[in-house]
């Protein structure tokens, strides 16, 4: 087999799981069983579910860092079986907890590891590594020279995608990789990957163990039971609105209707312009804020209603408590 058969498209691809079946030597149960799911080229996939579900175990076989014992893994129509492991791992990015980049070299030369593997010339890598510099917001001027140390934990989080992105490959493998980031930094840079995924659109597959981030990053959810079957694959609002079991209501949790209320934008809803009622004035949020955050401020604040701000932080309408709860049961 030619090298150029063990490439992969850099467009964005399907990924097919098939009846895969995961076995360790001397284990009494499969840590994935039967698994079949189907990720569309360009969504965001969130693995879920409790420890010993599999969740690792099923993304490392993407990428054949575990070696399925049964059924089939397919990126783009070709089985990963077909591939070159080597080449298979090189034409996808991976990003990790702790992001894995090496302590010892540049923040340019980290991002530049791929590229240099695959043999590009000094100008197309050095220019690669400025423009994804600059697409997580760390000019190379001013961060290609740092070494990992000098940076925030956030700022190694970019870098770690920057890197995974280097190759421009079209599958992305995320395995917890906000894990290690305190919550306000593990919220910005969520919202960063987000905006960056909206231009980017690789197909992601991605591990939490964390409900609200499934809901917030994922185009759709696969929960797995423990032993790594897959108990509910759907979108997260399809999840929360109707739980495929009592595993699955229990495992989302009782305060589902909150989190339903999470996907849902303030622009989203038909504002109000009636003038305000009571007393005081409502409290203010801006029309991206979701309806978690508006009844939440309302609840705060005594409020029946929120005024909703557009780009120009002009108020351009009204959300009153009973809107934003039809909405979130809609």
Known sequence: MSQESHKISNSAQEIVFDHVVKTYPNSASPAVDDLSLTVPAGEICVLLGPSGS???TALMMVNRLAEPTGGDIRIGGRSIRDLDPIQLRRSIGYVIQQTGLFPHLSIAANIATVPKVLGWDRKRTKDRVAELLDLVGLPVGEYGSRYPTQLSGGQRQRVGIARALAADPPVM????PFGALDPITREHVQDEFLA?????RKTVIFVSHDIDEAVKMGDRVAILR???RLAQYDSPRALLKKPADEFVARFL???RGLKRLSLVRLSDLELTRAPDTGTGELPVLPGEATLRSALSLMVAEGADAVRVTGDGGAVIGTASMDAVRKAGAA
């Open 253 to 255: 949790g009782a305060d």
């Open 54 to 56: 599999g969740k690792t």
């Open 196 to 200: 960056l995924h909206e231009r980017i």
């Open 226 to 228: 423990e032993g790594g």
């Open 173 to 176: 493998l995320m395995d917890e």
